[in-house]
């Protein structure tokens, strides 16, 4: 059993999470735990030191872009692979540089889940076939400092407005947003400020339906 690879699924869906805990049943991996929301993976994480981190992008309350970049700050040693619905390539490059091993599309053969998996654990990375390979090399280059600036837009907001974006469009006030990100009033209403002159959006309605159309948050 030491030899296993400790694995926790992150997904809001609780019949995808029961799907892949089926799946890896028989495997060399072992899953130690499930999540539903970005925030409950982070304390799981934490408690149980998994080998790797599967989780999708859209999930309440944290997604898994900023989950990723918070557990490689807390977890350097775990991996973590993108397990989602998303082929858009901006994703594909903003998991990798918040420190993702691999990107994989939900429609993937279960062989390339497990060899994912397996691949992240080796400290490889791994993406979908059905993604251009030619992201790595972006992030490579990008990461060497060899490329021109990302475009404005998603890739311009902090890791911060990219929270606050997400639950705003989950229907929080600036107070209760204040409360769950343990900040200010103010500095909520500073952020929420900020990421709409970024994005040119005016009101609450415009940010849901950015957050809808980015794939911060699911619409079932």
């Known amino acids: 059993m030491s030899d296993n690879i400790r694995v926790i699924l992150a997904d809001d869906h609780t019949l995808v999470r029961k799907g892949l805990i089926a799946l890896l049943d028989d495997t060399d991996i072992q899953v130690v735990g499930d ?19 599967v989780m999708d992008i859209s999930m309440p ?8 970049r918070q557990l490689k700050k807390s977890l350097p040693k775990t991996k973590v692979l993108i397990l989602t619905m998303h082929s858009n390539e901006e994703y594909v490059y903003e998991t990798l540089r918040a420190g993702a091993s ?13 060899a994912a998996i397996k691949a992240a654990h080796r400290g490889e990375y791994f993406l979908s076939p059905s993604i251009s390979a030619t992201v790595i090399q972006k992030y490579l280059q990008q990461a060497a400092g060899d490329s021109e ?5 998603f890739t311009a907001l902090t890791p911060r407005e990219r929270e606050v974006i997400q639950l705003i469009a989950e229907g929080l006030s600036n107070p209760q947003i204040a409360d769950q990100l343990c900040v200010s009033l103010k500095t909520v209403k500073t952020h929420r400020s900020n990421l709409m002159e970024k994005l040119d959006l005016h009101n609450t309605a415009e940010i849901t339906r950015y957050a809808i159309h980015t794939g911060l948050i699911s619409v079932d």
């Not at 990107?103 to 497990?114: D, F, G, M, T, V």
């Not at 600036?149 to 837009?153: L, Q, S, T």
Request: hydrophobic content about 40%; overall charge negative; charged content about 30%.
């Open 61 to 68: 309350s944290l997604n898994g872009l900023e989950a990723t």
């Open 102 to 114: 691999g990107y994989l599309i939900k429609r993937s053969a279960p062989r390339e889940l497990i």
């Open 149 to 153: 600036p990302a475009p404005p837009g």
């Open 35 to 53: 999540a539903e929301d970005g925030r409950e993976v982070l304390e799981k994480a934490a408690q149980l030191e998994p080998d790797v981190v």
